[in-house]
């Protein structure tokens, strides 16, 4: 391997680039160190999430519960015989129907802009985060931090946090809606349908939660990377 | 090892502009350091001693005029390179320590060699060994806020020599701490110096310094005023201290 040299022959050596579980093991000590910070950061995802999950939640239950109907309606159709219950059910859900449809799509767009105002607060929160570090920062790059370890720590840390409190703010959605809806319409909704559509909800949750913490960070790492390390040596604690 | 300069600075300029004004923070600094000398920066406050050793320590380019480290231009160097340089070849210390708060003083010391790509058991000997060197052996698993401050620039002298540098830049190391304990810093730097033959560049107010250095640079609005040999001064360090204490 050939080496740059100087005119005088000093070799000039570059910088190692260091693994990635170094940088996992930075971070996440990180973010164990600042828990509370974290935690704030990860409740505006969770929120944002849960709200998110929850309106998803309401529309499978509503197809759960229409499908229900209809297949009652069925029966009723081919002169089978219903119960007084079945009977309610199939007038209320005649009601109901043209609301539910109504309000289901504007809390869809309220909950996509709830997720756009959570990724704005991650936003805010990591250019926080960066703010309060900028020293430390600075004093990593005196030390021999690379700009691109710098962008992983962030990364790594806001997608963590992300991801766990995506998850959680899911579990915290589909939790309230479904004690909600077990109180209103009984046990009978609970089918293979209402599981299989809670799992990938689950997936979506996570993925959509974890993708805008991402996105969001993008700017604050970048700031980060990119301080001259006078800057950061200058910024009083 | 042959070149006997390890830092060489030519007509070093570093402007600042603030508005329509513009402030020569260095004016033509040209400095040859010896390998393994000991090299106090002296001068007023505001006279460049920081932007000097900015410059020289690769965290900021200098408007113009050249930084030769063992005889390679730091211009030359990109990013990597001067990360490698950074992690390498230079250990610095700052008056306020500069720690990382949330991690102990093995940590703190400790990350440089991380840096460099040392395995974790490797890079923990090594800490252990420089905490120990620096008297701190006892108080390793510290938090920086669980020290005092002389403890905390130990840790921080000990981080500078996680990779064995040829140079160790210091940035007013005993400004933030009382006399005494300035003076156990100032000898730490000293034993390091002739121990291991690490350069030592100190920008300092601290007069105690002149008795341990090589040689005295004296730093005056940006130019070098004049450079002393510490034997040709040391019949005039008694009047010194008479100013130091007018102050
Ligand atoms: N970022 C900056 N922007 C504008 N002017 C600056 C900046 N940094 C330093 N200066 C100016 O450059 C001059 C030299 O500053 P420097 O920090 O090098 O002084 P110093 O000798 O280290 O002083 P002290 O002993 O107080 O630390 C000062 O006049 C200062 O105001
Ligand atoms: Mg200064």
């Known amino acids: 391997m050939s080496e740059p040299v100087s005119a005088s022959g000093t070799v000039i050596r570059r910088q190692i680039k260091l693994p990635f579980t170094k940088a996992v093991e930075i971070s996440l000590k990180s973010i164990r160190i600042r828990f509370w910070r974290s935690m704030i950061t990860a409740a505006g995802i969770l929120l944002g999430i849960a709200f998110f999950a929850s309106v998803r939640m309401s529309a499978v239950f509503s197809h759960a519960q229409q499908t229900r109907v209809d297949e009652k309606r069925a029966t009723l159709a081919r002169g089978g015989k219903l119960s007084a219950e079945d009977v309610i059910l199939i007038n209320s859900a005649a009601a109901n129907a043209k609301e539910e449809a109504a309000a289901g799509t504007r809390l869809q767009w309220l909950s996509i802009m709830a997720l756009l105002v959570c990724t704005v607060g991650i936003t805010n929160s990591m250019l926080m985060s960066v703010t309060e570090r900028f020293k430390e920062i600075g004093t990593m790059k005196c030390l021999g931090a690379l700009d691109s370890f710098i962008v992983k720590l962030f990364f790594i840390e806001s997608c963590f946090l992300g991801f766990i409190a995506s998850v959680l703010g899911f579990v915290v959605g589909w939790l309230v809606i479904s004690l909600i809806r077990l109180a209103m319409d009984g046990v009978e909704v609970f089918g293979p349908y209402f599981w299989m559509q809670s799992l990938r909800l689950c997936g979506q949750s996570a993925a959509i939660g974890t993708v805008l913490t991402f996105l969001a960070t993008i700017f604050p790492a970048y700031r980060a990377a990119k301080m001259p390390p006078v800057a950061a040596l200058r910024a009083e604690v | ?247």
Request: with cysteine.
């Open chain 2, 1 to 247: 090892m042959a070149n006997e300069y390890v830092v060489r600075t030519k007509d070093l300029v570093k402007e600042y502009t603030m508005g329509d004004q513009t402030l020569k923070a260095l004016n033509g600094v040209s400095l040859d350091i010896y390998r393994g000398e000991y090299i106090s920066i002296m001068g007023p406050s505001g006279s460049g001693k920081s932007t000097l050793f900015n410059a020289v320590g690769g965290l900021d380019k200098p408007s113009s005029g050249s930084v030769f480290i063992n005889d390679v231009d730091m211009a030359q160097l990109d990013a990597q390179e001067l990360a490698y340089l950074r992690c390498h070849t230079i250990g610095y210390i700052f008056q306020t320590f500069n720690l990382i708060p949330v991690m102990t003083a093995l940590e703190n010391v400790t990350l440089p060699t991380v840096f460099a790509g040392m395995s974790t058991d490797e890079g923990v000997e090594r800490g252990i060994e420089l905490l120990e060197l620096v008297g701190l052996g006892g108080r390793l698993h510290h938090k920086p806020s669980e020290l005092s401050g002389g403890q905390q620039q130990r840790v921080a002298i000990a981080r500078s020599l996680a990779n064995n540098p040829s140079i160790i830049l210091a940035d007013e190391p005993t400004g933030n701490l009382d006399l005494n304990t300035g003076k156990e810093i100032i000898d730490l730097l000293k034993s390091l110096n002739k121990d291991q033959g690490v350069t030592i560049i100190s920008a300092t107010h601290d007069l105690k310094m002149l008795d341990v250095s090589d040689r005295i640079v004296w730093i005056r609005d940006g130019q070098i005023a004049k450079v002393e040999e510490r034997k040709d001064l040391d019949i005039r360090i008694g009047e010194m201290e008479g100013q130091e204490a007018l102050h």
